[in-house]
Structures are given as C-alpha cells and as structure tokens.
C-alpha cells in the first residue's frame, strides 16, 4: 500500500488566495484526521470524518476554513480567503477504526502539505 | 484542560548508551498514551501505546512507562543508534474519540 497521500506537498500563495490541500487515505480505513502542525502550537486536531461523515470539527480554526470527504478515498481541507497565520504543514492521517476506543486506533499520517501563506 | 509538556530542548546522547525522553501531563489521567516518532519533512509514525493499567510497555530496544501519580510517561531507547535520532511525541486520549499531541523532544543521538 502506498500510504497516506497528499498534495501538493508545498504550496505558496498569497494572502487572500484560496488554498486547497488534498488526501488520499489508505484504502479500506474508516477514519480520517486533518491535524495542523506549527512550531508554537505543536500538531493540532482540526476535524475529524468517520466513513466520509465530519464527527467532529470542533478544531477548525474558524468560518474560513472548511473540509469534506465526498467519497472514501478522497478528502480536501480548503482555505478561504488564506491569511499568513495560516502558515503551517498540514497533515492528514486514516485509521481503520477497529480500536476500542477510537483513541487507540493507530493512526497513518502521510508527508504533509507545508503552506505558506504570503 | 489538558495540557502536554515535553522537554523543549533538544537532547543528546552518546551512541550505545540509553536515551530517555519525558511526557507529563497536568490534569487527569488519560487511559491510554501513544508516542510517535517524527523525522524531518515527514508525518510522525506510531511506535507504542501503553494504557493506564500497564506500568511498562516494550518493543525491541524501546521501553515506555506511565507513572499516573507523578502525571508522566518516560521513553527510554537502549543502545542508541544514530539512526534513532528525531522528533518524539507523546499523545494522550482525550475521551474516547481523540488523541492531543505534546509538542515533541527532538534527540541526537551522536555518533
């Protein structure tokens, strides 16, 4: 299996710009994670989908970003409109959700998409 | 709320020798604690999960503790290698459903 995929593994855009980061989780897990990492606030849960359905998006920063997982083996987390405190790498992750609980669950993060927003 | 602490500052060690990180933590205790590892320009990788019953966990040359009086989880690497050498991050669970991350301890171990 070839992982967790994302794309693009960097993008720099300006402030304003919308930013649409992607993530493809490995085939046959039930659950994906969108995380966000900087250097001040370590790796940070933003939403979290259960068979393509957000369970919980108390994490989203605010109203400008937003994510959704219109089928198993795709998701998107998009930025609108992108400001330079955005800047971060952003990190998607899948489980297979047979964990009991959830919060055992080995999670598979893959390379990351490093943002900077200009 | 919970919050993480880990050593900040990067630590080094003396290949062959046994390097040991700390992860504590300020309010309840979870039930179950992870560490990750994190190398450069990648996403962290599961190695070890320990639950509040369990006082050791071990995996080949990896050992992980969790002293819930003190609020601390150590993770001790005998017989450093160079190639050891990365991020560490300890998660805990929060409820059910998620795990928080601690900000990470990155370690030499040198040659």
């Known amino acids: 299996d070839a992982g967790v995929i994302q794309s693009p593994r960097h993008e720099v855009t300006e402030m304003g710009q919308e930013v649409t980061l992607r993530c493809k989780p490995i085939?046959?897990?039930?659950?994906l994670f969108w995380y966000r990492q900087t250097m001040m606030r370590g790796l940070e849960l933003l939403i979290y989908f259960n068979n393509n359905v957000p369970i919980d998006d108390s994490g989203m920063p605010e109203d400008r970003f937003s994510a959704k997982m219109p089928n198993a083996s795709f998701s998107t987390l998009k930025i609108q409109p992108s400001e330079p405190r955005d800047s971060a790498v952003y990190f998607c992750?899948?489980?297979?959700?047979?964990?009991?609980?959830?919060?055992?669950?080995?999670?598979?993060f893959g390379p990351g998409t490093r943002l900077t927003v200009l | 709320s919970q919050k993480i602490e880990q050593n900040s500052e990067a630590l080094n060690i003396q290949e062959g020798k046994t390097a040991t990180l700390t992860c504590n933590y300020t309010?309840?205790?979870?039930?179950?604690l992870q560490w990750y590892r994190q190398d450069p320009g990648r996403g962290p990788v599961f190695l070890l999960l320990?639950?509040?019953?369990?006082k050791e966990k071990r995996k080949e040359r990896l050992k992980v503790t969790f002293d819930t009086t003190l609020k601390q989880s150590l993770f001790h690497i005998t017989a450093s290698q160079p190639a050891d050498s990365a991020t560490y991050l300890c998660a805990l669970a929060i409820g059910d459903d998620k795990i928080i991350f601690g900000k990470g301890t990155r370690l030499h171990i040198l040659p």
């Open positions: 085939s046959g897990h039930d659950y």
């Open positions: 309010n309840y205790s979870p039930a179950y």
């Open positions: 320990i639950r509040e019953n369990e």
């Open positions: 992750a899948s489980s297979l959700g047979t964990g009991i609980p959830l919060s055992t669950d080995t999670q598979y």
